[in-house]
């Protein structure tokens, strides 16, 4: 397992590959890259090469998007891995990927790439495709503070004069400036970081530096450098951070590490006070790897538990987090060894699709994005269905199915507890990999599979649904298997005219995943749970003409009820995330907020409207509704948040009533952090 490095949406990498390269399980070289996409759009990924190298593209959960020598598709926002791989071992040479990427008009940014608090970085201004509402070009990242002090961003260019503006979570501006802008953070909290430009495009590079507040208590335990052994204690003036979902907070120390050259580092830290849990991060921030009691010990706080990371590493700076299972922490012992040289690939080990056997996970196991694991290599003689239980008293089990080139086909781990995880799947002959992984622990485990040839038969027809109507469907019954071997069935609906389309998955059974397709099944968009926990969502603007959805669960099921709804609202292309219109002091606005309106960033659909002063003034907005709990921003034209109100105007209804300078302003009408609610509402605008 490598780290990737990063790579521009529009730009060039270029790279060798050769004998001090990584590895797949197929004994072949690769090199790894984080490809961040804030928006949805048209991705392009061209290969140069004189060697039979290849791309792959993997989303978040490593399943394969696409490959080849060009990739040219659809693609949401959100991170990627491309890989640049040799097609047989023993290939080396160099390459040369062009990436290219066209943002979605009308759509928000907001999967942002990371950056860390002492790092430089390059970018393109424009390559993302993200716009604020005058239409001015801009990059984006997220930055996540440790303890509380002074933030600063310097951003350099010779193509153009850049504007830096730091942004809290809310989308407020607490600095703006040319060049250089330092602003005052808090602990534990997140910022966003803008780059934009009064004049033009071109290149640039971006510097962060961090200085620590007085009396601030949350800083680098020590700057790893040198293979080191030490001991530290996890206390209530430790760093602190907060359990999404509980708001519990867990207490941490945090490790500064700096490789000078290509190798393998391996951080152990034992504690007889608590369960410590190891984290790895990057330079900006991104998760390399996890682990909790993979040291050995049992995964318990008696005697002594034990986590650990080994992990090939490229020369750079990286985060290392030492997390307490209890708030209360406790003393522990670190030991930080390094191996300079070439990754060492895992052993992969032959297992009998129709067998059983025992094994057992240690420190000196295989690491994985998955946490401790043993590799096995698989072959199905004939096209079946496969069934594999991992089960264990030592540790929380995980199964990944992937095929040879280390692609996620199928995953399920043990998500209660219970000591067991089973995963099926119907699949082609051929050789595959199964990861017998540790989410968490150490110790035996014992591994069953059971093989059943049995030859997929012909897909049944794609159930039609009306473009307003939905249907109820028992996973599986189609008889159709999906490429990752789990059931899916299909569905087609006809528009008859240009309109936005929106599908929905609905299950209390499966974790869905929808995916929509062209007439002749090229994949246009998909979706995992946007429309809350565990259900799918698409909004597409779409021309008249007929489509199709496949639907399935994200991870290995053995089926359950689902319905897949379809709703289409005929008509030319809306404005989605532009203003649908200006704003007249003293008139009312009416509207309805559905399907057809913007995406916001927090999963609510909204209508945004502008209206210009042409000097200071005090404005009232206003924003009722019966239908939904109303919720009232105001921007400015850069996109930064200036006021936001909730229940101001009496009752659920929202109102905002202050003093604003000349220019042009924006309205954000939407409900109040619910993504299902929608409906009538009216606004009302004063100026004096």
Not at 22 to 43: E, F, H, K, N
Request: hydrophobic share 40%; glycine share 12%.
């Amino acid at each position: 397992m490598c780290a990737p490095v990063r790579m521009l949406p529009t730009g060039t990498a270029a790279g060798t590959l050769d004998n001090s390269s990584c590895q797949l399980s197929d004994a072949t070289a690769y090199a790894a890259y984080r490809l961040d996409l804030p928006v949805r759009g048209q991705l392009a990924l061209d290969l140069a090469t004189a060697s039979d190298f290849i791309l792959i593209l993997r989303d978040t959960t490593g399943e394969r998007v696409a490959s080849g020598l060009s990739i040219h598709r659809p693609a949401e926002a959100g991170s990627y891995t491309v890989l640049v791989d040799a097609r047989v071992p023993g290939q080396v040479g160099q390459y040369q990927i062009k990436s290219a990427f066209t943002s979605e008009p009308g759509m928000l940014c907001k999967a942002f790439p990371s950056l860390g608090l002492s790092q430089t970085v390059a970018g393109t201004l424009g390559a993302s495709g993200c716009a604020a509402p005058d239409g001015t070009a801009y990059e984006g990242y997220f930055l996540t503070s440790y303890g509380a002090g002074t933030l600063t961003v310097t951003v350099t260019s010779g193509d153009f004069t850049p504007v830096v503006t730091v942004r809290t979570s809310d989308g407020s501006a607490i600095a703006s400036g040319q060049g250089t802008v330092s602003a005052a953070v808090d602990d534990g909290s997140q910022y966003e970081a803008v780059v934009a430009s009064a004049d033009t495009t071109g290149n640039y590079q971006l510097t962060t530096t961090f200085q620590l507040a007085a009396g601030e208590t949350c800083s680098a335990t020590a700057n790893l450098t040198v293979p080191l052994s030490g001991t530290g204690s996890v206390t209530a003036n430790s760093c602190y951070a907060a359990l999404t979902g509980s708001g519990d907070l867990f207490f941490y120390n945090y490790y500064g590490l700096s490789v000078a050259a290509a190798g393998v580092a391996d951080i152990a830290v034992s504690s007889s006070d608590f369960a410590p849990t190891l984290y790895l991060l990057d330079d900006g921030g991104n998760m390399l790897a996890t682990d909790s009691g993979g040291g050995g010990g049992g995964g318990g706080i008696a005697p002594v538990a034990a986590s650990e990371i080994r992990m090939q590493l490229q020369p750079g700076n990286y985060t290392l987090q030492v997390m307490s299972s209890l708030a209360s922490g406790g003393n522990y012992k670190y030991d930080y060894q390094f191996t300079a040289g070439a990754p060492q690939p895992c052993g992969t080990a032959a297992l009998d699709p129709a067998g059983s056997l025992a094994g057992s996970l240690s420190a000196a196991s295989c690491r994985t994005a998955l946490g401790l694991a043993d590799l096995y290599g698989i072959t199905l003689p004939a096209a079946g269905s496969l069934q594999m239980t991992l089960s264990s008293s030592s540790i929380m089990p995980a199964l990944a199915l992937r095929d040879t080139k280390d692609n996620l086909i199928v995953f399920n781990e043990d998500f209660e507890g219970l000591g067991t995880t089973q995963l099926s799947a119907t699949l082609p002959t051929g050789t595959y990999t199964v990861a017998a992984a540790a989410v968490s622990g150490a110790g035996g485990y014992q591994l069953a599979s059971q093989s059943t040839p049995q030859p997929a038969g012909p897909c049944a027809p794609p159930q039609a649904v009306a473009a307003n109507g939905g249907y109820v469907q028992n996973l599986g019954a189609s008889g159709c298997t999906a490429a990752n071997g789990q059931p899916v069935d299909y569905y087609q609906f006809t528009l008859p005219a240009d309109g936005v389309v929106a599908a929905f998955m609905t299950s209390s059974d499966i974790d869905g995943f929808l995916t929509l397709t062209d007439a002749n099944g090229n994949p246009l968009r998909s979706d995992d749970n946007s429309y809350g926990y565990l259900d799918p969502m698409i909004v597409q603007f779409l021309p008249a003409g007929t489509y199709g959805l496949a639907a399935r669960a994200a991870g290995s099921t053995v089926g359950g009820l689902y319905e897949v709804d379809v709703r289409s609202a005929p008509g030319s292309r809306p404005p989605f995330c532009a203003a649908l219109g200006t704003l007249a002091p003293g008139a009312s606005q009416s509207g309805t907020l559905g399907f057809s309106s913007c995406q916001y960033t927090d999963a609510t659909f909204a209508d945004i409207y502008q209206f210009q002063l042409g000097a200071t003034a005090t404005i009232d907005l206003q924003l009722d509704s019966d239908a939904f709990d109303a919720y009232l921003l105001l921007l400015d034209s850069k996109g930064n948040v200036v006021d936001q109100d909730d229940d101001s105007g009496g009752g659920t209804n929202a109102r905002i009533n202050r003093l604003l300078g000349a220019g042009t302003w924006y309205v954000v009408a939407k409900p109040n952090g619910n993504y299902t609610s929608g409906g009538a509402y009216t606004m009302m605008f004063n100026a004096q």
